[in-house]
T-cell receptor, first 109, second 115 residues
Framework: SQQGEEDPQALSIQEGENATMNCSYK?????LQWYRQNSGRGLVHLIL?????REKHSGRLRVTLDTSKKSSSLLITASRAADTASYFC?????????FGSGTQLTVLP | ETGVTQSPTHLIKTRGQQVTLRCSSQ?????VSWYQQALGQGPQFIFQ???????GRGNFPPRFSGLQFPNYSSELNVNALELDDSALYLC??????????????FGPGTRLTVL
């Protein structure tokens, strides 16, 4: 079963625009991660945010975490065609990553 | 430093057959996990191996089994294949064992089709 649910399921934007994806999860977490998957590079870790953090930045990525609402968001600024991929929020233990169903982002040139 | 590699890339089997998928961990990694990803879904955890022993299993039946070798490479075996076993099988390696939150590095996957 999937722990997290991403919203929206699909998102299509123009190059240069910002993309925001949201994730809700069910049980308490130690940390939450975001992964990206595309046909070229496979499944790649993007960023990890710990449960005691509220916001984290990495390059053009900004992740927020609200443990009271059991939700997280991923913002990609100034999107590029190469950002076209599926994005997953991932929770779970160190032993077992639990993936959501993903948001399919398409960035149009 | 080499990344995680998997073989074969694609495989076609018929219902009832058995299949073995292989994974070579990234250099220096001692923990390997396997995931099944159905079309349009996120990956689902099958099991994890650390020090050649299974160390956690997801909601998968016993016909899914695995091995980890002393060089930390790994195999996933699936017996009595069913049509629903058609999926992308992903291997991920990491360092530090089951209590470590170190990043997992994923291989490109093996696409299994069961006819």
């Amino acid at each position: 079963s999937q722990q997290g649910e991403e919203d929206p399921q699909a998102l299509s934007i123009q190059e240069g625009e910002n993309a925001t994806m949201n994730c809700s999860y069910k049980t308490s977490i130690n940390n939450l991660q975001w992964y990206r998957q595309n046909s070229g590079r496979g499944l790649v870790h993007l960023i990890l945010i710990r449960s005691n953090e509220r916001e984290k930045h990495s390059g053009r990525l900004r992740v927020t975490l609200d443990t009271s609402k059991k939700s997280s968001s991923l913002l990609i600024t100034a999107s590029r065609a190469a950002d076209t991929a599926s994005y997953f929020c991932v929770s779970g233990s160190a032993r077992q990553l639990t993936f959501g169903s993903g948001t399919q982002l398409t960035v149009l040139p | 430093e080499t990344g995680v590699t998997q073989s074969p890339t694609h495989l076609i089997k018929t219902r009832g057959q058995q299949v073995t998928l292989r994974c070579s961990s990234q250099s220096g990694h001692n923990t390997v996990s396997w995931y099944q990803q159905a079309l349009g879904q996120g990956p689902q955890f099958i099991f994890q191996y650390y020090r050649e022993e299974e160390n956690g299993r997801g909601n998968f039946p016993p016909r899914f089994s695995g091995l980890q070798f002393p060089n930390y490479s790994s195999e996933l075996n699936v017996n009595a294949l069913e049509l629903d076993d058609s999926a992308l099988y992903l291997c991920a390696s990491s360092f530090g064992g089951p209590s470590s939150y170190n990043e997992q590095f994923f291989g490109p996957g093996t696409r299994l089709t069961v006819l």
